[in-house]
């Protein structure tokens, strides 16, 4: 059974339609999505450091610092994304799948649920993550969405195609769960 670090974060939707995320460990994070290329976010911190995130799908993330360093997560569900190998989950405080997820930590549930299947890779070829932008596009296709829809599913009807709704109100953004 993994046992990983717990880091609860919220965010804020700003007036210019970015995200500031603030963590329980004092990082903060400015994000917004990438004009003209679904399923990216790009933030930069507090701490000097900045990249990309990307939905690969099968609820894969890979994000990439500016120095070109690839680093993958796993969203697991309720608002818990599972980063550097497991050593760590995120929980979102601020949305209903955070809060479940809470929930399930209080009775001692989130943490058992972790397990070895649900990690994020170490690496991936540029081949696989190819053949999982294309499952995603797929996904999005089969389930009538269009735009930037598809993809982590912590959010509203959890069927997996409702992360990016409701960032800013209209009906082509992002939650404010964008990528763990």
């Not at 930069?44 to 994000?63: F, P, V, Y």
């Not at 120095?67 to 697991?76: S, V």
């Not at 299947?117 to 969405?145: V, Y």
């Amino acid at each position: 059974m993994i046992r990983p670090e717990e880091i609860g974060y919220a965010d804020e939707l700003l007036a210019d339609g970015t995200v500031h995320r603030t963590y329980e460990d004092g990082l903060e994070e400015w994000r917004r999505r990438t004009t003209g290329r679904p399923h990216h976010v790009s933030w930069h911190d507090n701490r000097g450091a900045s990249g990309t995130d990307e939905l690969l799908g099968d609820r894969i993330i890979k994000r990439t610092l500016d120095d070109g360093t690839a680093t993958y997560a796993r969203d697991i569900g309720y608002g818990r994304t599972l980063w550097a190998r497991g050593e760590k989950v995120l929980v979102n405080r601020s949305s209903f799948g955070g809060r479940m997820g809470v929930l399930l930590t209080g009775l001692g549930v989130a943490t058992l649920a972790i397990t070895a299947a649900q990690l994020p890779p170490l690496s991936m070829s540029p081949e696989q993550e190819e053949a999982l932008r294309q499952q995603q596009a797929q996904a999005n296709q089969s389930s009538g969405g269009g735009g930037d829809s598809g993809g982590a599913g912590e959010e509203g009807t959890g069927d997996g195609n409702d992360w990016d709704a409701n960032w800013d109100g209209d009906g082509d953004a992002w939650s404010d769960d964008d990528f763990g």
